[in-house]
T-cell receptor
Framework: AQSVAQPEDQVKVAEGNPLTVKCTYS??????LFWYVQYPNRGLQFLLK??????LVKGSYGFEAEFNKSQTSFHLKKPSALVSDSALYFC?????????????FGTGTKLQVIP | DVKVTQSSRYLVKRTGEKVFLECVQD?????MFWYRQDPGLGLRLIYF???????EKGDIPEGYSVSREKKERFSLILESASTNQTSMYLC??????????FGDGTRLSIL
């Protein structure tokens, strides 16, 4: 079975500081990994994905994530946080066992950027 | 841009009612998904469909059914609504590749 862990329910960071939202995964075989963001009363918006290739993935709004196979992690990062980055962030994984049909989401991390 | 439209943003129903949640996409995507989102539990897959009239159970299908008669429309049915089905329901679509594209959700309350 595939699974995702987001160990922090909430992350607080000051505006202008770097931010990291952590994600670890468990899957048999090569994973597809994703980050999504959710603003209040909205659906999820896609930020970035890792399928294959370069371990450092760049996405929307200045976000990036690094795939680390040995640590089974895919942490989301941004060099300088904005107040408008405050939202709920979801990490997700899809694995080959189900033919990459199913995507499993983490429980979400609430990011609060303090002015 | 992909547009995924869920018919209702907010819905209030009574225990025992049959409830229909509708999702329509405009991009001719093959795959459509229904999730429920609950605080502390993230998103959990209820059902998905990879083609018209085809459906697959997700992780929590009990108490739900689905219908996909046309490619663009995927319906979630609560056969006999119960209070533990009060939740945010999210529809998503994707083509053969990734990512998934989500609707804005239906917040369903069962009284």
């Amino acid at each position: 079975a595939q699974s995702v862990a987001q160990p922090e329910d909430q992350v607080k960071v000051a505006e202008g500081n770097p931010l990291t939202v952590k994600c670890t995964y468990s899957v048999s075989g090569n994973p597809y990994l994703f980050w999504y963001v959710q603003y209040p009363n909205r659906g999820l918006q896609f930020l970035l994905k890792y399928i294959t290739g370069d371990n450092l993935v760049k996405g929307s709004y200045g976000f990036e994530a690094e795939f680390n196979k040995s640590q089974t992690s895919f942490h989301l990062k941004k060099p300088s946080a904005l107040v408008s980055d405050s939202a709920l962030y979801f990490c997700a994984v899809s694995g080959p066992q189900a033919g990459y049909q199913k995507v499993t989401f983490g429980t979400g991390t609430k990011l609060q950027v303090i002015p | 841009d992909v547009k995924v439209t869920q018919s209702s943003r907010y819905l209030v129903k009574r225990t025992g009612e049959k409830v229909f949640l509708e999702c329509v996409q405009d991009m001719d995507h093959e795959n459509m998904f229904w999730y429920r989102q609950d605080p502390g539990l993230g998103l959990r897959l209820i059902y998905f469909s990879y083609d018209v009239k085809m459906k697959e159970k997700g992780d929590i299908p009990e108490g739900y059914s689905v219908s996909r008669e046309k490619k663009e429309r995927f319906s979630l049915i609560l056969e006999s609504a119960s209070t533990n089905q009060t939740s945010m329901y999210l529809c998503a679509t994707r083509d053969r590749g990734f990512p998934q594209h989500f609707g804005d959700g239906t917040r369903l309350s069962i009284l």
